[in-house]
């Protein structure tokens, strides 16, 4: 079966339980369930327009664990654009982005300004005490990468809709709009790039 090339591959990595899933589910289908079912790999894909054509957003949620390095340099190797998620609560799930951050430019080459890659914090939700890593190590962490940096909740469904805008926004190679139940919920950014 050819490949399609009018689709635009996101790949979801992080460590297990940082909530991929929950935030992939979120923007996918507007859900949300408390309980933790790890993943092997999911993917998920939604009507956008690319270059003013019609086209397919695959988001690919990775597995949590590091048991399956084949699939994760394919994945790499396939996607168009990286969102890199650590729990705020877990000092540790940063940690273990650093690989897999080393990965992705070992992979895509070490000048990645054309690729979009957004370092997530997820479950800013969480009360002060829980959390292990702060906004501002978050935003340090992420220009030390020269990537952009979110505090997102799947939960409270707070930036979901704007990370997967802010990562399009970031594309330079092509004009990509995402189309969600045909409203206009976002603004256009420079005629680009437009969520509805």
Known sequence: MPEQSNDYRVVVFGAGGVGKSSLVLRFVKGTFRESYIPTIEDTYRQVISCNKNICTLQITDTTGSHQFPAMQRLSISKGHAFILVYSVSSRQSLEELRPIWELIR?????????IPVMLVGNKCDESAELREVSTSEGQGEAGSWGVNFMETSAKTNHNVKQLFQELLNMEKTRNV??????KATGRVAKDKCDLM
């Open 106 to 114: 070992e992979i895509k080459g070490p000048d990645l300004t054309q």
């Open 177 to 182: 709009s995402l189309q969600l139940g045909n």
